[in-house]
């Protein structure tokens, strides 16, 4: 009986005893712990790799496309060696911290801790280039570039303890560009004549020695003053210049005649006949280059007829017809004085918040105007940034190139 008790007792100390457990625990968590730690640097890797693979892509897609559209273009294939080895260049120069330790003779010191490696990226297992190219209006092109990059990633031995070696990472990035791309737009001018046209700027007119120099003071005169020296430049003769240089943008932007459109309407107690909206600049600058001032002040009616040409179904169809495009609207309204009855303001007005409403935008410009003419074009213009005020023959021709350029710079748009 004693013996047995003996036994027992030792027996139940052995299963108190927890020493050889805890080593028993110990042998079977370590190779967890080391695979959590193994995982975790494996996954900041792949973060960061990612990313670095990322860049590459997209540096190597807008590479191939920028090549497409540049001065000298190379071939659909020569672009996609262009992407590839971009893409190779890319990948092979990437390097990136390791924060789990490793040999590496350039690498940064941690803090009590030995130098941190900067392994390269992998190398690229696989990078596939596709570009799809495409017509852009009549004459030019547009190019989508996709490359897709994948790259295996080798994990680290701690992280290997759970029977995976590696992982294969992907990255897709997509690049387009286009050559030169035209926005089709009508644009037709509304532009004062009246007697008060054939005043005199304070501008001289090199060209000649002596002219008639006609002022508010001496207009009575009209048109039998005799000629002075020096000869100044009049104000029909400044509006000139400044169709011209005007016109002059809408030609650079567009030197084919595909996508810009122009008339002109001239009015003083009434309307002139209206010119026809027609490709390029040549028909607008031979109307202006022919008005002569004389006459009154009365715009209702001609803005109210550029309105119309403007935007009548026909200028959609020309050029639905030769580009493809619905074209942006555009008038230019000038004057240098006062409607002679308000009830021309009232109406201009009306056919300006027309406009407004459909989407034709508006320039207007005030050419040595008094304030109620002044107040008309500030009225009419779309936005203030669209309304111009000239006291000068240089502040007009300065007006009409900023509304050229303005337009053309819609007219041309470049996509890289």
């Known amino acids: 009986m004693g013996r047995r008790s003996t036994v027992s007792r030792s027996f139940l100390a052995m299963l108190k005893d927890r020493s050889g457990n805890f080593g028993v625990m110990a042998a079977v968590a370590t190779p967890l712990i080391l695979a959590a730690g193994g995982v975790a640097i494996d996954m900041a890797d792949m973060m960061a790799t990612k990313t ?54 350039t690498g940064t010191t941690a803090s009590g801790g030995g130098p941190i490696a900067s392994p390269e990226l992998p190398e690229v297992d696989q990078a596939t280039v596709e570009i799809e190219e495409s017509t852009n209006g009549p004459t030019g092109k547009a190019y989508k570039v996709t490359v897709l990059n994948k790259q295996t990633l080798q994990f680290n031995a701690m992280t290997r303890l759970l029977g995976t070696k590696s992982i294969q990472l992907q990255t897709l990035a997509t690049a387009e560009s286009a050559t030169e791309s035209k926005n089709a737009l009508s644009m037709y001018l509304v532009l004062d004549r009246s007697g008060s ?47 011209g240089d005007l016109l002059k943008q809408l030609n650079t932007a567009d030197p084919s005649t595909l996508y810009v459109r122009t008339a002109a309407i001239s009015y003083n107690s009434a309307q002139d006949t209206a010119g026809t909206l027609d490709w390029g600049t040549t ?8 008005l002569v001032a004389t006459g009154g002040t009365a715009s209702g009616n001609a803005f109210k007829t550029a309105y119309g040409r403007v935007t009548a179904t026909t200028e959609d169809t020309a050029h639905k017809a030769k580009n493809g495009q619905v074209p942006s609207k555009y008038i230019v309204f000038m004057t240098d004085g006062d409607n002679n009855n308000t009830s021309d303001d009232t109406m201009t007005l009306t056919w300006c918040d027309t406009a407004r409403k459909n989407n034709v935008t508006v320039y207007t410009v005030a050419f040595m105007a008094p304030d109620r003419g002044k107040a008309l074009l500030k009225a009419c213009a779309t936005t203030e940034a669209n309304y111009f005020q000239a006291e000068e023959a240089a502040d007009l021709i300065a007006a009409f190139k900023a509304i050229g350029e303005r337009a053309s710079a819609m007219a041309t748009r470049l996509t890289k």
């Open 283 to 290: 028909g607008t600058s031979t109307y202006v280059n022919k």
């Open 197 to 243: 046209m054939a005043w005199k700027t304070n501008t001289k007119n090199t060209a000649k020695t002596s002219c008639p120099n006609y002022t508010e003071a001496n207009w009575s005169k009209y048109p039998n003053l005799a000629a002075t020296s020096p000869c100044y430049v009049t104000k029909v003769d400044a509006l000139k210049t400044a169709v």
């Open 52 to 105: 670095r693979m990322q860049d590459a892509a997209d540096a190597a897609a807008l590479a191939a496309a920028s090549s497409l559209v540049s001065k000298d273009p190379p071939t659909i294939a020569k672009a996609k060696e262009i992407a590839e080895a971009f893409l190779k260049a890319q990948s092979g120069s990437s390097t990136v911290d390791d924060l789990g330790g490793g040999e590496s003779g």
